[in-house]
Structures are given as C-alpha cells and as structure tokens.
C-alpha cells in the first residue's frame, strides 16, 4: 500500500492554458475525490467517483473543470482555460466504500497550481 | 446548509503547555466528525473519527472528544513536532462520503 499519489506535485501554467492532473488512489478504494484547498481555508469539496461513475459534482465547479476516471482507476482532472483564480493545491482523497461500514478518507500530497 | 467553524485560527503554545482546539458545526444528520492533521505542503493525513456524542479518542498526546454541537481536539504537554493545521471536518446529511472541512486552526508549539 504506497497510499494515494497525486502527479505532478507542482504545475507552473500561463494563464489561458489548459492544465490535467493525475491521480492513483490506494489499489482497493473503490471511491474518489478531489477537492481544492487555498493558503488559510479548509479543503473545498469538488467532485467524487465510485468506480468509474461520477457521482456528484460540486456548484462551484465552472464547466472549465472536467474530471474522469476510466475504469475505475486512476483520474485525471482537466482545467481548461486557466484563470488566476484557479491557483490552489488540488487534492485527491480515496476511500473504500461500504454500506456496512464508515467511510475514511485518505488523501495525497496534492498539487500546487499556479497561473501566472 | 452544513457547516464548520474551526477556532482559534491560529495558537502559539511553549512546549508541554496543554490547550484546546475547538470545532463547531451544524449538520442535519451527523455521520461522522473527522480531525485531520496538515502539514505544509503535503495532503490532511487521518488522526480521529467520532460518531456520537460523548465519544472520547486519543492517540499520543492528543484527545478528541465531541458533543452534539462541537468536537473539542485537546493537546496534553505538546512538543514542537505536533506544530501543523488542525483540519476538522463532517460526513454531512447527503448520502455521499463527501466531507466539510473547517478552516482549520494553525498551531505552533515552541521550544
């Protein structure tokens, strides 16, 4: 268990340009999440998968964000059109989902954007 | 609408002197209080999960204990390695594993 791995740690982008991120939860984790977290706030809630579904997505999410996750492995998130204001660490969590049992979230190291 | 408000922001304490960290929150259908610890840079790494009030866990020198309306994460004699944010967070009343995270509280323990 190498826990959840979040690539690449650090994204430099010009503003207007499109930028993906990875993700790779832990192997058994069947759910995924991602949220965004800037300097002195909590982390922000932003969408999450079970398995390959994804079921919910936040209201502050603007059609610019695109998040996948075939198969129900890795997933990417895609920022389009990058904005000054889409500068925060992404974070990605995991979790294996039970209806039995209560739900832990683990999560990665993150990464940091910065639109110049 | 679910909510959490962490409090102090920020606290500076010399090492061994004990405090508290206090989460508040209103959530229609609790599911689970969950307290994260942060460090610069890096992802909320788990500490504790309470379900019901009146539950109490510990794990070294911490201590989280919660009621109906606010959990409490109380730090005993504390050394400059437990210095990070303190993230608290709720399983709120949608159906999801989603979690609503305070704003977190910055602690500083000196030498």
């Known amino acids: 268990d190498t826990g959840v791995s979040q690539n690449p740690r650090h994204k430099i982008t010009k503003r207007g340009q499109n930028v993906t991120f990875r993700c790779d939860p832990i192997?058994?984790?069947?759910?995924l999440y991602w949220y965004r977290q800037t300097l002195g706030q909590g982390p922000e809630f932003l969408t999450y998968?079970?398995?390959?579904?994804?079921?919910?997505k936040s209201r502050l999410l603007s059609d610019r964000f695109s998040a996948e996750r075939p198969k129900g492995s890795f997933s990417t998130l895609e920022i389009q059109r990058t904005e000054q204001g889409d500068s925060a660490m992404y974070l990605c969590?995991?979790?294996?989902?039970?209806?039995?049992?209560?739900?832990?979230?683990?999560f990665g190291s993150g990464t940091q954007l910065s639109v110049l | 609408e679910d909510q959490v408000t962490q409090s102090p922001e920020a606290l500076r304490l010399q090492e061994g002197e004990s405090s508290s960290l206090n989460c508040s929150y209103t959530?229609?259908?609790?599911?689970?209080l969950f307290w994260y610890r942060q460090d610069p840079g890096k992802g909320p790494e788990f500490l504790f999960t309470?379900?019901?009030a009146g539950e109490e866990k510990e794990k070294e020198r911490l201590k989280a204990t919660l009621t109906k309306k606010e959990s409490f994460l109380h730090i005993t004699a504390p050394k400059p390695e437990d210095s990070a944010t303190y993230l608290c967070?709720?399983?709120?009343?949608?159906?999801?594993?989603?979690?609503?995270f305070g704003q977190g509280t910055t602690l500083q323990v000196k030498p």
């Open positions: 969590a995991s979790s294996l989902f039970r209806v039995t049992t209560n739900e832990k979230l683990f």
């Open positions: 192997s058994e984790h069947n759910r």
């Open positions: 998968f079970q398995n390959e579904a994804q079921l919910e």
């Open positions: 959530v229609s259908g609790l599911r689970g």
């Open positions: 309470l379900y019901s």
């Open positions: 967070a709720v399983h709120g009343s949608s159906n999801t594993g989603k979690l609503i």
